[in-house]
């Protein structure tokens, strides 16, 4: 069936430093890839997506090229801020099972000052 | 406008207990879809309704749990006889359009801040 491997939290970085959490997926078919985002106290919250291979998807300075190569579909951002704090899920849409979403298990950053 | 909105935000049951979660969807939001997260994993998959029709349940996990959405808006998921391992956070999703069809544009899932249910 259908999983998403991430990264194992959690990731504690300084300001302005370059971030990357590692997110690799088995599905069939030509799966759309998602990370979605969680701030403390809020729902989850769509971040950025890529529905076929080599598709960049990007938001609020964050990056993830969808490489079906290596089945992967890492989150990268280049200077981090104290407000990206928050828990960070990669999840695919396969064409399976095209409305379900399959999450990996969360991915905490936490930013100091 | 408004998101989608849950309640309880909190909810505390005995075991065996039956409780009810409530979710309602953003207005004029065709599918809606249930799931689970235990403590740090990520959300699973319970069930999904298009309008009032519940199209896939198959990821219930027990004969205890049961949703419904009997007007095609709010949706409420019951657990009967709660159990320990029911202990998660639960977290209601809609979307604008049917949530199906590869070639369509995606239709984004907008979630609710979640029910954290604790079973003693």
């Known amino acids: 069936g259908d999983s998403v491997t991430q990264m194992e939290g959690p990731v504690t970085l300084s300001e302005e430093a370059f971030l990357t959490i590692n997110c690799t997926y088995t599905?069939?078919?030509?799966?759309?890839l998602f990370w979605y985002v969680q701030y403390p106290g809020e729902g989850l919250q769509l971040l950025l997506k890529a529905t076929k291979a080599d598709d960049k998807g990007s938001n609020k300075g964050f990056e993830a090229t969808y490489r079906k190569e290596t089945t992967s579909f890492h989150l990268e951002k280049g200077s981090v801020q104290v407000s990206d704090s928050a828990v960070y899920f990669c999840?695919?849409?396969?064409?399976?099972?095209?409305?379900?979403?399959?999450f990996g298990k969360g991915t905490l950053l936490t930013v100091n000052p | 406008g408004a998101g989608v909105s849950q309640s309880p935000r909190y909810k505390v049951a005995k075991r065996g207990q039956d409780v009810a979660l409530r979710c309602d969807p953003i207005?004029?939001?065709?599918?809606l879809f249930w799931y689970q997260q235990a403590l740090g994993q990520g959300p699973e998959f319970l069930t999904y309704f298009q309008n009032e029709a519940q199209l896939d349940k198959s990821g219930l996990p027990s004969d205890r749990f049961f949703a419904e959405r009997p007007e095609g808006s709010v949706s409420t998921l019951k657990i009967q006889r709660t159990q320990q391992e029911d202990s998660a956070v639960y977290l209601c999703a809609s979307t604008l359009g049917g949530g199906q069809g590869i070639f369509r544009s995606y239709n984004e899932q907008f979630f609710g801040p979640g029910t954290r249910l604790t079973v003693l």
């Open positions: 599905a069939t078919g030509y799966p759309s």
């Open positions: 999840a695919l849409r396969s064409g399976g099972s095209n409305y379900k979403l399959t």
């Open positions: 207005s004029g939001h065709v599918s």
